[in-house]
């Protein structure tokens, strides 16, 4: 799919404030609201559009300890890497998990209550899936810069 001028910025506009309302997009790009209705669609039927969700305070909500995660499995083989994608799909906790290149098979954002709370989620959870290796934590001090937007250049195709 090729991206036009208007299709990057409503794409802009999205990713800056989901909760803008097709209305408020329309007019923003200047387009009539069949034809806005039209692009979203375009938009969302190609994948450009993932899904559309509410960003929440995780501090505000008592969950003020986030940590990264370093998991290496003891085996690397199809059936262990794929048990362990399922598993830690179901824990809550994790909020992202990434299979990386290196010393580690995955990079886990991982986001708790507290330090008891890591340490129930790590004893009761993560190293009971089967196939687990060698654990490392990184526990996030400070963050200084916290997107989930993707730059937009005038050059996507």
Known sequence: MILDAIDRRILDLLQNDGRMTQAMLAKEVNLAPASLLARLRKLQDSGMIKEVVARLNREALGYSLLVFVQVSLAL???????????????????????????????????????????????????????????????????TSKEKCSVPLDSDVD
Not at 79 to 101: D, G, K, L, T
Not at 119 to 140: A, D, H, P, W, Y
């Open 76 to 142: 690397h083989r199809e059936r262990p890497i794929e048990r362990f994608r399922r598993a830690v799909r179901a824990f809550p906790e994790v909020q992202e998990c990434h299979h990386v290149s290196g010393e580690f098979d995955f990079l886990l954002k991982v986001i708790v209550k507290d330090m008891g709370d890591y340490e129930r989620f790590i004893r009761e959870q993560l190293t009971r899936v089967e196939g687990v290796g060698k654990l490392q934590s990184c526990f996030v001090m400070h």
